[in-house]
């Protein structure tokens, strides 16, 4: 079935450091791909999202871009703060077909120190 | 109101207890989602309902699970006899419709510890 494959945690960075969250994806169809965050203590929340090939999602400084020809959608920052530090999804919905879930990556914790 | 609400946050069962948990969704969103979510894993769908109507349940791991949305607004997921397997946070989520191109807005969780 579908699924997603994002990188294991934790991962550690020292602030103002350079970000990337791999994720892969199945390509069946043509699924809508998104970066969901899960900060300490609060609900799941809508990072970004890409919706067809080669399309860019960004917000708060991330960036990923839905890569077609090697079902990638990374997730990028040029520059972390110690408020970045939460729990990053990857996710994809089949695009029009509302009668399924979104389906998730495992997540990964991102952990920046000052 | 503001967001997706849940009630309650936490829930203790015993093994064989039945258990409800209930979503408030956004008012207006046709579509309700609910998701389960082990600890230290993604969240794992488990059924959709536009308005009342349920049309995907596939995602439900047996038939212990049930779900409702019988106004097409507050749904509650029910789950008999539960085992410790059930052990997880619930999550509901509702947009405005089911495409993709609308946003999911998830709700707090469900914290169900299963003793």
């Known amino acids: 079935g579908d699924s997603v494959t994002q990188m294991e945690g934790p991962v550690t960075l020292s602030e103002e450091a350079f970000l990337t969250i791999n994720c892969t994806y199945t390509?069946?169809?043509?699924?809508?791909l998104f970066w969901y965050v899960q900060y300490p203590g609060e609900g799941l929340q809508l990072l970004l999202k890409?919706?067809?090939?080669?399309d860019k999602g960004s917000n708060k400084g991330f960036e990923a871009t839905y890569r077609k020809e090697t079902t990638s959608f990374h997730l990028e920052k040029g520059s972390v703060q110690v408020s970045d530090s939460a729990v990053y999804f990857c996710?994809?919905?089949?695009?029009?077909?509302?009668?399924?879930?979104?389906?998730f990556g495992k997540g990964t914790h991102l952990i920046i120190q000052p | 109101g503001a967001g997706v609400s849940q009630s309650p946050r936490y829930k203790v069962a015993k093994r064989g207890q039945d258990v409800a948990l209930r979503c408030d969704p956004i008012?207006?969103?046709?579509?309700l989602f609910w998701y389960q979510q082990a600890l230290g894993q993604g969240p794992e769908f488990l059924t959709y309902?536009?308005?009342?109507?349920?049309?995907?349940k596939s995602g439900l791991p047996s038939d212990r699970f049930f779900a409702e949305r019988p106004e097409g607004s507050v749904s509650t997921l029910k789950i008999q006899r539960t085992q410790q397997e059930d052990s997880a946070v619930y999550l509901c989520?509702?947009?405005?419709?089911?495409?993709?191109?609308?946003?999911?807005?998830f709700g707090p969780g469900t914290r169900l510890t299963v003793t």
């Open positions: 989520a509702s947009s405005f419709y089911g495409d993709s191109l609308y946003e999911q807005y």
């Open positions: 890409a919706t067809k090939a080669d």
């Open positions: 309902f536009q308005n009342e109507a349920q049309l995907d």
């Open positions: 996710a994809r919905h089949p695009l029009g077909g509302g009668a399924d879930g979104l389906t």
């Open positions: 008012s207006g969103h046709v579509s």
């Open positions: 390509a069946t169809g043509y699924p809508s």
